[in-house]
T-cell receptor
Framework: QQQVKQSPQSLIVQKGGISIINCAYE??????FPWYQQFPGKGPALLIA?????SEKKEGRFTISFNKSAKQFSLHIMDSQPGDSATYFC???????????FGTGTRLKVLA | DAGVIQSPRHEVTEMGQEVTLRCKPI?????LFWYRQTMMRGLELLIY????????DSGMPEDRFSAKMPNASFSTLKIQPSEPRDSAVYFC???????????FGSGTRLTVV
């Protein structure tokens, strides 16, 4: 119940295309869902986050879609660029715990 | 702000040796986290502190691992004795509110031979 399942494991997208990464969870007590971006040799960096009281959040080319009834959320990267090539992690946490459960990561490669 | 600072960046040690990883959180952050990242297991939370007090150490794999936070600006993760299966990248992260997410350091790549 503490797991966050992430797919796909790897993704190759053409420049200008849309990258979509999906995550699913079981624990309905989770109330905060961040996405992190990690470049080789660096620590993960917060990209965008959402709470379950909204169905979508957009920041620039990055959008989180959230489906509370299905217990799923996804990251969409519009107009994907080679500079977006990185590993993306979804995560979930319960209010007040500050303890994140991370997905297993998706390695994205955007071809020039 | 210099961000979360970890040292060393790389550590190679022999099996059985003691290893100490260091972390300086962002000033003003009252939560500090130690994570381990491997290909097989992804990002695993080892332990986290709030106001220098350990809150949850359920992720610490075994007694060979210990963590301390003697003050708000410094934490250590110690492995004694180290084993080859401890080889991983260890990240420290800090935070002051859930809505702001974590800020991770650049990690320490540990190789135990």
């Amino acid at each position: 119940q503490q797991q966050v399942k992430q797919s796909p494991q790897s993704l190759i997208v053409q420049k200008g295309g849309i990258s979509i990464i999906n995550c699913a969870y079981e624990n309905t007590a989770f109330d905060y869902f961040p996405w992190y971006q990690q470049f080789p040799g660096k620590g993960p960096a917060l990209l965008i986050a959402i709470r379950p009281d909204v169905s979508e959040k957009k920041e620039g080319r990055f959008t989180i879609s959230f489906n509370k009834s299905a217990k799923q959320f996804s990251l969409h990267i519009m107009d994907s660029q080679p500079g977006d090539s990185a590993t993306y992690f979804c995560a979930a946490s319960m209010g007040g715990t500050y303890k994140y459960i991370f997905g297993t990561g998706t390695r994205l490669k955007v071809l020039a | 702000d210099a961000g979360v600072i970890q040292s060393p960046r790389h550590e190679v040690t022999e099996m059985g040796q003691e290893v100490t990883l260091r972390c300086k959180p962002i000033s003003g952050h009252d939560y500090l986290f130690w994570y381990r990242q491997t290909m097989m297991r992804g990002l695993e939370l080892l332990i986290y502190f709030n106001n220098n007090v350990p809150i949850d150490d359920s992720g610490m794999p075994e007694d060979r691992f210990s963590a301390k936070m003697p003050n708000a600006s410094f934490s250590t993760l110690k492995i004694q004795p180290s084993e080859p299966r401890d080889s991983a990248v260890y990240f420290c992260a800090s935070s002051w509110a859930q809505l702001n997410g974590y800020t991770f350091g650049s990690g320490t790549r540990l190789t135990v031979v």
